[in-house]
């Protein structure tokens, strides 16, 4: 068995990408215009603006969203942890760069839209959809609020895409009395659809996933994904078409951000075991004790 999870290259490289692209979005396109990101994001680009000028929208980005990470450290695993805020870390970085140190003016107007607010809030949410996306997809996220979402939403009785639209709703609420207008709060929402739709493309609205996995050692696994995830896991017995060996299949649903350290986790245990995963649109579940 292996013991430990270390970062993987291509893993890095992508979300160094995925960073990178995150940053040209917002700051090519909306931090210009004073549109707002969703999350964490919009909320480091407020406080840029109402703080002074000595506290940057990389600062703020870091402040608010290490914190988070670090809380779903417990539940969301170490690997992914170092993946969040290594990938928050180069937005961060190329978010200076690019309002800082490159020959870019974007003081009062969008490089490539001007001041147009519809393009700036549809390539705005694309393009940072598109950063978020590839982060989610190589095992590590751009924002903290979706981590607490996985952490709270059960709680809340919501799920966890509607945890994520209240805390936006309450964001640009405080936005637009902030400013004391609404016609940024409503095009930042515009940039958050657009957000949303390239997150749709990538990874589905709000799904969750479902593993099948076939292995041979059923005990372990299901004993660490319970003691992981603190869920249930519904296990058949089964036996190898070719080897004739007796093994299991193991049916267990994570959310997007624990697929990662489920493979993990199951890898660690049993090197051989076959993986599956899809999409769950629905899932139905009684509270009645059998």
């Known amino acids: 068995m292996r013991q430990t999870q270390k970062p993987r290259i291509v893993n890095l490289l992508m979300l160094t990408v995925a960073g990178m692209i995150n940053a040209f979005g917002i700051t090519l396109f909306m931090t210009p215009v004073k549109l707002y990101d969703s999350g964490i994001s919009g909320t480091s680009m407020l406080l840029e603006q109402i703080t002074p000028s000595c506290l940057s929208l990389s600062l703020f980005l870091l402040i608010l969203n290490i914190p988070l990470f670090l809380v779903g450290l417990k539940k969301q695993g170490g690997l992914f942890t170092f993946y969040a805020i290594y990938t928050v870390g180069i937005y961060s970085l190329f978010a200076w760069l690019i309002t800082n140190i490159f020959p870019i003016d974007v003081s009062i107007a969008s490089p490539l839209a001007g001041t147009d607010l519809l393009l700036c809030a549809l390539f705005g949410g694309v393009i940072s959809g598109i950063g978020s996306g590839l982060a989610i997809r190589y095992g590590g996220a751009m924002d903290g609020i979706e981590v607490m979402a996985?952490?709270?939403?059960?709680?809340?009785?919501?799920?966890?895409?509607?945890?994520?639209?209240?805390?936006?709703?309450?964001?640009?609420?405080?936005?637009?009395?902030?400013?004391?207008?609404?016609?940024?709060?409503?095009?930042?929402?515009?940039?958050?659809?657009?957000?949303?739709?390239?997150?749709?493309?990538?990874?589905?609205?709000?799904?969750?996933?479902?593993?099948?996995?076939?292995?041979?050692?059923?005990?372990?696994?299901?004993?660490?994904?319970?003691?992981?995830?603190?869920?249930?896991?519904?296990?058949?017995?089964?036996?190898?078409?070719y080897s004739n060996r007796d093994k299991a299949m193991l049916y267990f649903v994570v959310n997007r951000y624990q697929v990662i350290r489920m493979k993990d986790i199951v890898h660690d245990i049993d090197p051989t075991a076959f993986i599956i995963i899809s999409e769950v649109a629905d899932i139905f579940s009684s509270n009645n004790n059998e």
Do not use: Q
């Open 150 to 241: 996985v952490i709270f939403a059960k709680r809340a009785g919501v799920t966890v895409g509607t945890f994520v639209m209240v805390y936006n709703i309450i964001l640009y609420v405080i936005c637009g009395c902030v400013l004391e207008s609404w016609v940024l709060p409503l095009y930042s929402i515009v940039a958050y659809s657009a957000l949303k739709t390239v997150d749709f493309i990538v990874e589905g609205i709000d799904r969750a996933k479902c593993a099948v996995i076939v292995t041979e050692w059923p005990h372990e696994i299901c004993k660490a994904l319970t003691e992981t995830f603190g869920s249930g896991i519904t296990r058949v017995s089964a036996k190898g078409g």
